[in-house]
């Protein structure tokens, strides 16, 4: 695999580094996340309009740049590495990922307006019973003459507080856990004004990002809102949510690397005994071993990101999803720890990270859950 960058992917990350350098400061980005807006919808536009990013990967001929994982990859690290709280990885990388497989009408209108900068999409999918498995569904969906009728219920729908339409998955045919039998519907949103037949509870998360659970009630679709082919929509949901996965491993990287640098440069400067505790052997220990995970964060968002078209997709995106789990929580913890009790207060941005590194464990399946995942897909017994 050739893992360097080409002359466009360089530009591409130097452009997008340097405007969150410059205009994407940690501060506001956490009142915006906090006020009742939820995020900065003017730096939305920016993405779409300055930098072009939420066109990336999108498919030329519906509007967007046709470029493909490693552009991704690129886009992911750097927002990660700055800590941004808009949607691009549920949006662009999820949302839009169910919308290029999708030969609807609606779906292809809404991939421009996602390239634009404005549309913004929720994924509602996991269910009180759905564990951590995306097919499982009992919300149901039947013909009702031209029309569908929605019943069920949705829990953590990321981004459904800012969302413009809602994508969801309804059972048409099969038992609860049948990955068989589901088929997609677009809905217009608005969060403050939630469509007849759906009850919203909106709430803002650890990490400063913000979800919903809905309870869907009778809620009257007509045939124009499904996006997929009725019961047939699992291997669009498995390969996006893949696409978002290998997403969320190089976001995490880019937080990883900041906060090990950051770790690294406090302990230069705080003193204990009249040195700088970078000094002590035992604390370096435990920063080589940081950058030991970090290093290994960094080969398992590759080999993910590179797979992503290949018939070793679900065993490189699982293998590095366990691989980030585990890096996430040793190198938020100990770059916690080795700050000190300040560690964890608001003013410090090495709190804010360790804050989302632990969302990002369990966001879109924990360590355990894509162990077995690997296994399964390698044809082992767990």
């Known amino acids: 695999m050739d893992f360097n960058l080409t002359d466009e992917q360089q530009l591409l990350k130097n452009s997008v580094s340097d405007f969150l350098s410059n205009r994407y400061a940690l501060d506001t980005s956490r009142r915006a996340a906090r006020s009742e807006t939820g995020w900065q919808p003017q730096v939305w536009k920016s993405f779409a309009e300055e ?11 519906r509007g967007g740049l046709g470029g493909g994982a490693e552009e991704v990859l ?17 949006t662009v990388v999820l949302g839009g990922g169910l919308l290029r497989r999708s030969s609807s009408e609606l779906a292809a209108e809404l991939i421009g307006g996602v390239a634009g900068g404005d549309v913004v999409t929720g994924f509602a999918a996991l269910e009180p019973t759905s564990g951590q498995s995306f097919h499982s569904v009992r919300t149901s969906a039947r013909r009702e003459g031209q029309d569908w009728l929605l019943d069920g219920e949705k829990i953590v729908v990321s981004d459904a507080p800012i969302a413009t339409h809602l994508i969801v998955t309804a059972r048409t045919s099969g038992d609860d856990a049948d990955v068989a039998g589901l088929t997609l519907f677009a809905i217009p949103w608005d969060p403050a004004d939630p469509p007849a037949g759906i009850t919203a509870h909106h709430y803002r998360t650890i990490d400063d990002h913000h979800a919903s659970d809905l309870v869907i009630s009778g809620l009257r679709l007509p045939d124009s809102a499904r996006i997929s082919e009725i019961g047939e929509a699992w291997p669009m949901i498995d390969a996006a949510l893949d696409e978002a996965t290998a997403a969320t491993v190089c976001e995490a990287v880019g937080m990883l690397r900041k906060v090990l640098a950051d ?33 290994q964060a960094v080969a398992a968002s590759y080999l993910a990101s590179l797979n992503l078209g290949g018939p070793r997709r679900t065993r490189a995106v699982s293998a590095a999803k366990a691989t980030i789990a585990r890096a996430a929580r040793l190198v938020g913890q100990e770059a916690v720890q ?21 969302v990002i464990e369990s966001e879109f399946g924990n360590r355990d859950f894509h162990t077995a995942r690997y296994h399964r897909a390698r044809g082992s017994k767990v």
């Open 51 to 61: 930098l072009g990013i939420l066109a990336a990967p999108l498919p030329e001929d």
């Open 338 to 358: 080795l700050h000190g009790g300040m560690g964890m207060t608001e003013e410090l941005a090495i709190g804010h990270y360790f804050k989302r590194l632990t």
């Open 74 to 90: 690129v886009i992911a690290e750097a927002l990660g590495r700055h800590l941004v709280v808009e949607p691009f990885i549920g």
């Open 263 to 295: 770790t690294v440069e406090y302990t230069k400067q705080r003193q204990q005994f009249g040195v700088a505790i970078s000094n002590f052997q035992a604390l370096q220990h435990r920063m080589v071993n940081m950058h030991i995970e970090v290093e």
